[in-house]
């Protein structure tokens, strides 16, 4: 069994707060299943710009390369950081880890629970079996690609990104798509691009198609990105894997929260090749950001985060009954009418940040 060693990123903004109810919801599971979770906290965003100097610094990337896995919360949001002028964003310190960590695959799993089918702006006959999970590519594209800068030219200000991508970079993410098409029940693949205008997008496709070559078991389609948003919300029960580029799974992430009733909901796990004595490092997170408008206020919902640290019990430390407590647990107190103020309906009880990691704890 061993020690657990787990590296804990509140960051800025409402991630110290829905941290600390996922670290609440951990001590149990500690308690319950008899493990020792050694967790150690260190800075990212601007709270470590302002006491390090930097978004993240040497020590604390040293810090997750000798952890099991990264529990993080959130970085950004604070707006002296984030105006043209700041030589430092707190967003550094996600793309260093990701990229410094080799995090190439985003999961961003999507199953709305049966008692939230309400809670969501579609009906619940559209959602009804909705089960999906989106794998983001994570460390590629326009997010990384050089150059990417604002430029002078004669005829005024010009700017440029640039959207690259490696045959190998797509290789291994969309072989990861499949490699997890394979545990799932719909067996199925859906790979999203614009194969119509990019480049970057007709190598993808043609990647994929060879890739799929070698899972016969799995049914397998392309869809152009923006069809792609449309169907997620006319009938989002119809997919299963969702293989895309980096901006792609960002954006069409956000849409498909709210299948699962608010941003507060879904979790993440960022993975790459490397394992530990106990499963395959990673980093685990909300999909939403800091939320700078609700921050210390009592008022986000920890579920997010807490169900991010079931996927690193599934995923890192390879305590699948352990993780499954944690979504039992967080069902039971949704299925008991609780609330936070972003999935208000009729008949149910609003409880704060604190209040709703207490219920989840100890419904483990
Ligand atoms: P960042 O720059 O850090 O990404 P953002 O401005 O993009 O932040 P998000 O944090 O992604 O904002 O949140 C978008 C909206 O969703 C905000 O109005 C926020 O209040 C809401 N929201 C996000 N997370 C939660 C949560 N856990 N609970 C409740 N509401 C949330
Ligand atoms: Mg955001």
Known sequence: MGTYKIAVLPGDGIGPEVTTQALRVLERVGARFGHTFQTTQALVGAAAIEAEGDAISDATMALCQESDAILFGAVGGVSRYEGPNSKVQPERALFRLRKELELFANLRPVRPFKALLNASTLKPSI???????????????????????????PHGL???????????????????????????????????????VLSSSRLWRRVAERVAADYPDITFEHLLVDACA??????????????????????????????????????????????TAHGTFGLYEPIHGSAPDIAGQNKANPIASILSLAMLLRHSLSLEAEAQAVERAVEQVIDAGYRTEDLQEAGTTIVGTEEMGRLIAEAV
């Not at 045959?167 to 067996?187: H, M, Y």
Request: net charge negative.
């Open 230 to 275: 449309m169907h997620l919300i006319r009938r989002p029960a119809s997919f299963d894997v969702i293989v895309t580029e980096n901006m792609f799974g960002d954006i069409l992430t956000d849409e498909a929260s709210m299948l699962a009733g608010s941003m507060g909901m879904l979790p993440s796990a960022s993975l790459g090749t490397r394992q």
């Open 158 to 196: 010009e700017a440029i990104d640039t959207l690259l991508y490696s045959e190998g970079e797509i290789e291994r993410i969309v072989r990861t798509a499949f490699e997890l098409a394979r545990g799932r029940t719909k067996k199925k693949v859906t790979s999203v691009d614009k194969a119509n």
């Open 127 to 153: 959602l009804e079996g909705t089960d999906l999970l989106v794998v983001r590519e994570l460390t590629g594209g326009i997010y990384f690609g050089k150059p990417s800068e604002i430029r002078q030219t």
